[in-house]
């Protein structure tokens, strides 16, 4: 799938001066319900902030400081093994990328301070508008093309046992680009082409549109940059 890399490192020169490397996050509002209701909605009045809360890193970097190229994650590709909130999730935003229809995401970004992450470097606007804004077309199609790939990929889970637990696709994001294989790359050349993973190996890691999921289901951040 082509894409317009080239714009999207030109923004983020940009905003890797003013990024600050830790993000504060407000406490999530929206996470996939028990498999017997199979739905989303807002959190009852009567739950406190303490009941939901999570501390989540910023997306920019991998924070388990085991990966390394030498011990790079298990990319996982079987979606039967990660928690079945994290699996809705990502089921969820999928249908409704595939719909075409950008304003379809609406019940799973939250608003506000709760709002999905969709940039590093944060906006101002409706959040459905902000997408748009993103894509190479008016509609957000581009977009909307971009997180079905992504979410179509395999990916790997992020400090695996801790309150900051993170689900992730690509797997990418978190893999030593000189430990892939043929096959793998023929994966990643899905998403980019060899010219922009030529450019991002000047980055040292892959800088493209990422999502992540927390293990409640939280979708936690839909983002480029590093």
């Known amino acids: 799938m082509r894409i317009y890399f080239s714009s999207v490192i030109a923004i983020l020169a940009f905003l890797s001066a ?15 319900q028990t498999a017997q209701t199979n739905e ?7 739950q406190t902030e303490g009941d939901v809360e999570e501390n989540v890193a910023s997306p920019a ?14 990319i ?6 990660i ?5 809705k999730m990502r089921d969820l935003i999928l249908e409704a990328a ?23 470097g944060g906006f ?33 889970k992020l400090n695996p046992g801790n ?8 797997y990418f994001y978190a893999y030593p680009s000189e430990k892939l294989t043929p096959a793998q790359r023929v994966d990643l050349f899905r998403i980019i082409t060899y010219g922009d993973f030529e450019e991002m190996e000047t980055f040292g890691n892959y800088i493209f549109y990422r999502i992540g999921i927390t293990a409640q289901g939280r979708w936690r951040f839909f983002v480029a940059g590093d």
């Open 124 to 156: 101002d606007e409706d959040p459905i508008d902000f997408l748009r804004s993103l894509s190479g077309d008016s509609q957000g199609q581009e977009i909307l093309a971009i997180m079905s790939e992504i979410l179509e990929a395999p990916l790997v």
């Open 163 to 170: 309150d900051d637990e993170m689900y992730v696709w690509p």
């Open 98 to 120: 595939k719909t075409g229809d950008v304003e379809k995401l609406r019940p799973y970004i939250g608003s506000g301070d709760d709002v999905t992450m969709l940039s590093l």
């Open 18 to 32: 003013s990024i600050a490397t830790n993000v504060a996050m407000a406490s999530p509002l929206w996470n996939v």
């Open 61 to 74: 970097k991998p924070t388990d400081g085991e990966i390394s190229a030498n011990n790079p994650p298990d």
């Open 76 to 81: 996982i590709t079987d979606l039967s093994t």
């Open 83 to 87: 928690p079945f909130s994290v699996k």
């Open 40 to 46: 989303i909605k807002p959190l009852e009045n009567d």
